[in-house]
């Protein structure tokens, strides 16, 4: 997985890096959950920045998106990863491969498991298939901390200790955090810079994220299409942008980028749940992408968005291979 910056950019952060004391290290650490587990809003709170959607519905994430956090002692890549689930599509393998597939070539596993909930068959079948990595440091994270009173966190957390041990799971640390307001994220990212090899800056110190523009435009799209739709039509929307290019004929100081996007869903009746009476829906739609997108850009965006219907695509390998899955 080690695929980075180029020589020059690694020695000249080095060099910058080494005036710190103590050895720098770098490298990779996955974050894992059953669905809705608070995984990419943790991820958000340890890069400091939005580089994963987020969503009260669960299965949000369905690829691994990496956010990089780069310290004077050290760099570390997160990978946020979709919720380890029983699958009932072919997406849901996928995803369920992809997890998998993540966790087999990182430094650290970061496993998510909500103190919000108490621990049950979710959690159980994620953590015996982490059981199954035998080298890799894991830290479980009990998420969700501020939701809980002092004496539940420390029932789940001695929950989470049983848990390591029924499953033949040597947890490296257990840490409660709040990514939502900040509590004991430092203490996390502390944790995960000590069980990273020495090495070089892996990415350009000041990069954030190496998803494309095209990928991360996707999906803004898609988390504010998420918002306020019934529960069983967030898995039913897979997004995809066709193009993202500047308008030629603007001034440099007044630029405009043109985005044209396509939501898929699988049936007719999920696209006019999508559109709206009158087209409302969808431009309530629109309106909050595109101010997520300038942001993320830093330039005004003049956003298309069209919705299409393609036939139970999670279940259609074709359909799959078009949507990028």
């Known amino acids: 997985m080690r695929e980075k910056a180029g020589e020059d950019s690694r020695v000249e952060i080095r060099e910058n890096a080494a005036e710190g004391s103590g050895a720098y ?67 849901g393998e996928r995803l369920n491969d992809l997890v998998r597939a993540t966790w087999a070539e990182v430094d650290v596993v970061v496993v998510c498991l909500p103190a ?28 969700k901390s501020d939701l809980v009173t002092p004496d539940r966190m420390a029932e789940h957390l001695s929950s989470v200790a049983q848990l390591g041990v029924e499953t033949g799971v040597e947890w490296a640390e257990i840490v409660p ?8 994220v430092g203490l ?22 190496d998803e494309p523009e095209t990928t991360l435009v996707a999906e803004l799209i898609r988390e504010a299409a998420l918002e306020g739709v019934r529960d069983e039509l967030p898995h039913s929307i897979a997004v995809v942008v066709e193009e993202l290019r500047a308008r030629d004929d603007r001034p440099a100081d007044k630029p405009l980028l043109d985005v044209s996007a396509v939501l898929y869903v699988e049936r007719s009746s999920q696209k006019g749940i999508v559109i709206g009476h009158q087209g409302s829906r969808l431009k309530t739609v629109g309106a909050a992408a595109r101010r997520q997108i300038e942001a993320l850009l830093g330039t005004p965006v003049y956003l298309d968005l069209r ?8 279940r259609d390998p074709r359909q799959l291979r078009r949507l990028g899955f």
């Open 25 to 91: 290290r770098s490298g990779f650490a996955c974050v894992v959950g059953r669905p809705n587990a608070g995984k990419s809003t943790l991820t958000n709170a340890l890069v400091g920045t939005k580089v994963a959607i987020t969503s009260s519905r669960p299965q949000t994430t369905r690829h691994a998106v990496r956010g990089i956090v780069s310290r004077a002692d050290g760099q570390v890549v997160l990978v946020d990863t979709p919720g380890l689930h029983k699958p009932r599509t072919l997406l």
């Open 116 to 143: 919000s909930d108490p621990i049950g068959p979710g959690d159980r079948f994620l953590v015996n298939a982490v059981s199954s990595i035998k080298q890799t440091p894991k830290i479980a994270v009990a998420t």
């Open 177 to 184: 955090v709040s990514a939502l307001h900040g509590q004991q």
């Open 188 to 209: 996390l990212a502390d944790l995960l810079m000590t069980r990273l090899p020495e090495g070089p800056p892996l990415y350009p110190d000041g990069e954030l994220t």
């Open 307 to 314: 919705v299409k219907v393609a036939k139970d695509w999670q």
